[in-house]
């Protein structure tokens, strides 16, 4: 899982498997947000969700939420290699800043 | 990577140069953000400005400046008193200050090295 303190982890699977990966999180929280970088680039995002929701999809995502453990999860199903990037949550901290973990890196292999 | 562009892309300083990496974007957005990136590291926030004209220092501003004087652009100076420079510079932008659930939209980076 990745948190301010925390290595950052590395997840190997095989194409058309899920991809799971955690966060946690200190402070209590109106959002949370997980964006995906490809090597080298810049961060892209792809889904938030608000405090008072529980679990949220988008196409092959979907991602859960539970604040009394101050914790949340991206699953990626049916995995494509396409989908081999790096992948970090992120809270709000107040004036529309956003506080960063160190990403999970998934590897999908063909 | 939006409409945010960085440039460049790759860029070699030598010690003791000051530097001026370079970030536009022309989705009309508020808010402005530098990060920095280490490997295997998360992003660290430098500086930000949720209006023009306006910034803030972020979690590691010193040895950074910037300048907010259009709202389409938000250069970020690498001085000299940055010990320790080399890293990849992410550029990001939202929509509104004040906004509920602003998603930011990021930059292709810039990728400094000190020689």
């Known amino acids: 899982s990745q948190q301010g303190e925390e290595d950052p982890q590395a997840l190997s699977i095989q194409e058309g498997e899920n991809a799971t990966m955690n966060c946690s999180y200190k402070t209590s929280i109106n959002n949370l947000q997980w964006y995906r970088q490809n090597s080298g680039r810049g961060l892209v995002h792809l889904i938030l969700?608000?405090?008072?929701?529980r679990e949220k999809h988008s196409g092959r995502l979907r991602v859960t939420l539970d604040t009394s453990k101050k914790s949340s999860s991206l699953l990626i199903t049916a995995s494509r290699a396409a989908d081999t990037a790096s992948y970090f949550c992120a809270t709000e901290r107040g004036n529309n800043r956003l506080a960063f973990g160190k990403g999970n890196q998934v590897v999908v292999i063909p | 990577d939006g409409g945010i562009t960085q440039s460049p892309k790759y860029l070699f300083r030598k010690e003791g140069q000051n530097v001026t990496l370079s970030c536009e974007q022309n989705l009309n957005h508020d808010a402005m953000y530098w990060y920095r990136q280490d490997p295997g590291q998360g992003l660290r926030l430098i500086y930000y400005?949720?209006?023009?004209?306006?910034?803030q220092k972020g979690d590691i501003a010193e040895g950074y400046s910037v300048s907010r004087e259009k709202k389409e652009s938000f250069p970020l100076t690498v001085t000299s008193a940055q010990k320790n420079p080399t890293a990849f510079y992410l550029c990001?932008?939202?929509?509104?200050?004040?906004?509920?659930?602003?998603?930011?939209?990021f930059g292709p980076g810039t990728r400094l090295t000190v020689l």
């Open positions: 969700i608000r405090s008072n929701e």
């Open positions: 400005s949720q209006i023009v004209n306006d910034f």
């Open positions: 990001a932008s939202s929509i509104q200050q004040g906004a509920r659930d602003n998603e930011q939209f």
